[in-house]
């Protein structure tokens, strides 16, 4: 094996960049510094590349005496090359247990924020993380074992939303040669050896196998990424263009036509793929898929969108906040999400049409308005019924869907339902010829 040779290295780094047309020459970029080889190697290498480089470093909290360790060796070896560091510290498992989230989950949401805030404050380009070819090759059999699509099969990026990975290219070999090349210490983070995790066990006990069977396993694997690469490329650009045909966007979710859909050849991946990105599961997909006409009002549900079918389609929206009893007074009253309920007494008996208007008898109200979010076992007299009905059924009498009812509000008094906002108002309040006075409530989406 011929000699390490670190300008060789340097030069397949700034190659894995020129290929993603990026040059960090002259760039004030971050490098998340946690102390271990791959940092402290990528803080050197992007310095050599001409790049104006500052460090951050969070201390979790989780390993003890260790994690002081950790941020002591970062401080020297800042101070030491002069380079800016910023740096801060978390209540991880607080933090996990609070949002109920796993350590690891809870970790990266606290340091990308952390990251985040620190370009915004410093007009810094990129947060350069220092994934490497193994990395990337134990992140795609997690998503294997998980399940996915070719995203999925092609890993992790040079370049996505700011996030720089230059050594993705490189081996661990490498980097541990070009640290010791420079001279330069680094320390171990002993979690890294605990097989409870997916990742460290994959790590230890499967990748070492597969090296077995191929000595040439990482560079295989490379080369194998950077082709399904190539192939998402072309079936990111194919699933952009079939979106526009079979999908409507608006402003907190989408509308896809599904039996459009199921006449496409490739629908139930474009389904898949679309619905990824709302952070629907392939087991979810499967079900819409398969039997969509027998699942009509299912409701399926993401961390933060919800999903439901409905005539023939499958609407997406923004999982709805439940609104607790706000009271309204006359003037404008702010909801959650920038809605708004204007309240205003008059005399003036005219009475609008507008669907986002309700007109009300004044002197029929018992007692204070407060508006909330529909709930389940609601009933009332819609306008133009004698008795009453129950609201689930007045809206699906509407065609209305379930994510739709979700949203749905109601203006009450203390007597019951008013306004079914948008909808209809109540019987027991309309405005007939010995109305005097009304209550004219205008509801708004800023």
């Known amino acids: 094996m011929p000699p390490f040779n670190p300008t060789a290295f340097l030069d397949k780094i700034r190659q894995t960049l020129s290929d993603a047309h990026i040059s960090v020459s002259g760039q004030r970029v971050l490098v998340a510094l946690s102390g271990g080889a791959d940092s402290v190697c990528l803080l050197h290498a992007l310095r050599e590349l001409g790049a104006k480089v500052y460090a951050a470093h969070c201390n979790f909290h989780l390993r003890g005496e260790e994690s002081n360790r950790d941020t002591a060796f970062v401080r020297e070896l800042c101070q030491a090359l002069g380079v800016p560091l910023f740096e801060t510290s978390f209540d991880t498992a607080s933090f996990a247990a609070q949002h109920g989230l796993s350590i690891e989950m809870a970790a990266r949401q606290l340091r990308y924020s952390y990251f985040d805030e620190i370009c915004r404050q410093n007009d810094l380009r990129y947060v350069c993380i220092g994934h490497h070819i193994e990395d990337n090759i134990e992140t795609v059999f997690l998503n294997l074992l998980r399940g996915t699509g070719i995203s999925g099969l092609r890993g992790m990026v040079v370049e996505h939303d700011g996030i720089l990975r230059p050594l993705l290219h490189t081996t661990r070999q490498e980097i541990e040669n070009y640290l010791q090349a420079n001279r330069q210490t680094f320390v171990n ?33 490379d080369a194998n990424l950077r082709h399904i690469a190539e192939a998402d490329r072309i079936v990111v650009e194919f699933s952009r263009t079939k979106c526009g045909e079979y999908c409507t966007v608006n402003g907190t979710g989408c509308r896809i036509d599904l039996t459009a859909l199921r006449k496409e050849p490739h629908g139930n991946y474009l389904l898949f793929d679309w619905l990824s990105h709302y952070g629907f599961n392939a087991s979810q997909v499967e ?50 999400d920038g809605r708004m309920i204007g309240v205003e007494t008059s005399l003036d008996v005219a009475v609008s049409r507008d669907p986002l208007t309700a007109t009300l008898d004044a002197q029929k109200i018992c007692g204070s308005l407060y508006v909330r979010s529909a709930m389940e076992g609601d009933r009332f007299q819609p306008f133009g019924m004698k008795g009453t009905k129950l609201l689930s059924d007045f809206l699906t009498d509407r065609h209305r869907s379930r994510i739709e009812k979700m ?32 209550k004219v409530l205008r509801y708004t989406v800023r």
């Open 189 to 221: 983070d002993s979690s890294n050896d605990d097989r409870k995790y997916r990742r460290n066990f994959l790590r230890h006990e499967i990748m070492p196998r597969l090296r077995e069977l191929n000595p040439h396993f990482d560079q295989t694997m």
């Open 407 to 438: 949203r749905t509000l109601v203006v009450c008094d203390d007597e019951g339902i008013v306004w079914v906002v948008g909808e209809r108002i109540s019987q027991r309040v309309s405005i007939t010829a010995d109305t005097r006075i009304m």
């Open 287 to 336: 079900q819409i898929w398969s039997d969509f006409e027998q699942r009509t009002g299912a409701l399926f549900e993401a961390a933060d969108y919800v999903a439901t079918i409905c005539n023939g389609a499958l609407e997406i929206g923004i999982r709805p906040q439940a609104l607790s009893p706000v009271v309204l007074t006359d003037g404008i009253t702010a909801l959650a």
